[in-house]
């Protein structure tokens, strides 16, 4: 328990690091990945990010937000735990409902609650989980987390890169129009969430090679704006091979670079992107 006594708390959509999340205690509450047959998971419980894969040739499953008991029960807990307030992270609300339940359950509860719009999705939403942990073990006083957090959101970038957009469309995470340019000449879209949290495309890339390289380019745009900066890598099962070659290319371009840190997809996140996904974030330090 931190100094001032402040709880995080954030969902499994952020990929917050495990060992982050266990020494700093930061509490997630998982997503819920759903199959036809009525059989219901926890993201990063009771199902793996290779369990997902396996079974996504057979069906491409549906994922719900965490309820509003679930939310409520964690801040409960960390309450009886002996934190004195709480600040939730969590993952774009226009991806999906979770910070809206987050503020419900919060505005119903007699107890301090603050939550944050990462306006992100994946390892970049998870820095700034990072950095609300970091601000308060620095004791930055409680009234100010709120603001503060949304300004590191704003100067948090994510893109990513996936080989087939089917995933993406069938979840309903992009429309019809860049799934149809994804569909034609072999044109592989680098996405970005734009300033409200909706995915968009950031670039048209012909071929998958091109796609990485148009990613690095972006990327490197963004962090070449700050001082310093914290670089985030993530990659599926199927990509992890090119993790490597891709943090050369990004330290290659960019001399600010405070830190780079490596993730792999969660469960949940995999259902909307398939196995073929490659991201890249920065993050002003």
């Not at 009525?38 to 996504?56: C, H, N």
């Not at 419900?104 to 944050?116: G, K």
């Not at 830190?259 to 490659?278: F, I, K, N």
Request: charged fraction near 25%; proline fraction near 4%; glycine fraction near 6%.
């Amino acid at each position: 328990m931190n100094d001032q006594r402040i709880a995080v708390i954030t969902d499994s959509g952020t990929d917050v690091d495990a060992t982050f999340a266990r020494v700093h205690d930061v509490r997630v509450v998982p997503l819920r990945i759903i199959y036809s047959d009525g059989s219901t998971f926890q993201s990063g419980v009771d199902i793996s990010p290779d369990e997902v894969v396996r079974r996504l040739a057979e069906e491409i499953p549906t994922t719900s937000l965490p309820s509003p008991k679930q939310i409520q029960a964690t801040i409960e807990q960390a309450r009886d735990d002996g934190y004195q307030s709480a600040v939730v992270v969590t993952i774009a609300s226009a991806l999906s409902a979770t910070n809206q339940t987050a503020h419900m359950v919060a505005e119903s509860m007699d107890f301090p609650v603050t939550v944050v719009d990462t306006k992100s999705i994946g390892m970049m939403a998870g820095f700034v989980v990072e950095r609300a942990v970091e601000m308060i073990e620095a004791g930055v006083p409680y009234e100010e987390l709120g603001d503060r957090l949304a300004d590191v959101a704003e100067k948090t970038d994510v893109f990513f890169a996936v080989k087939s957009l089917e995933y993406l469309y069938k979840g309903g995470r992009i429309n019809k129009h860049i799934y149809r340019i994804g569909s034609m000449l072999n044109i592989k879209p680098v996405l970005t969430c734009d300033e409200g949290g909706y995915y968009v495309m950031a670039k048209k890339a012909r071929g998958w090679e091109k796609a990485l390289s148009t990613m690095v380019e972006l990327c490197a745009e963004k962090a070449g704006r700050y001082e310093r900066c914290h670089i985030g890598l993530c990659a599926s099962i199927n990509t992890k091979d090119l993790l490597d070659d891709l943090e050369a290319r990004i330290r290659e371009k960019v001399p600010n670079v405070a830190s780079v840190q490596r993730y792999e997809l969660s469960a949940d996140l995999l259902v909307h992107t398939g196995p073929d996904l490659v991201g890249m974030g920065a993050q002003e330090a």
